[in-house]
């Protein structure tokens, strides 16, 4: 994972690659405690790979790179 401080700095850093998939802070911070939340519970156990598509298509994070195999 690369954090930069904008399109542009991304778009520069890239310089003509193809890029993978892109998403704001915020949504990151969602996605972390949505996947990683629960992992302190004395009852935790993992998540099967439904759950986290689920996670994944809660936070409206779809598309072929956001499908897990």
Request: net charge positive.
């Amino acid at each position: 994972m690369l954090v930069f401080r904008s399109e542009a700095h991304l778009e520069n850093w890239l310089a003509g690659r193809a890029g993978g998939a892109t998403l704001p802070i915020g949504k990151l911070s969602q996605l972390a405690y949505a996947w990683w939340g629960d992992r302190v519970a004395p009852n935790w156990r993992p998540h099967t790979r439904e759950q986290n598509q689920a996670i994944l298509d809660s936070l409206g994070l779809t598309g072929d790179f956001w499908r897990l195999a």
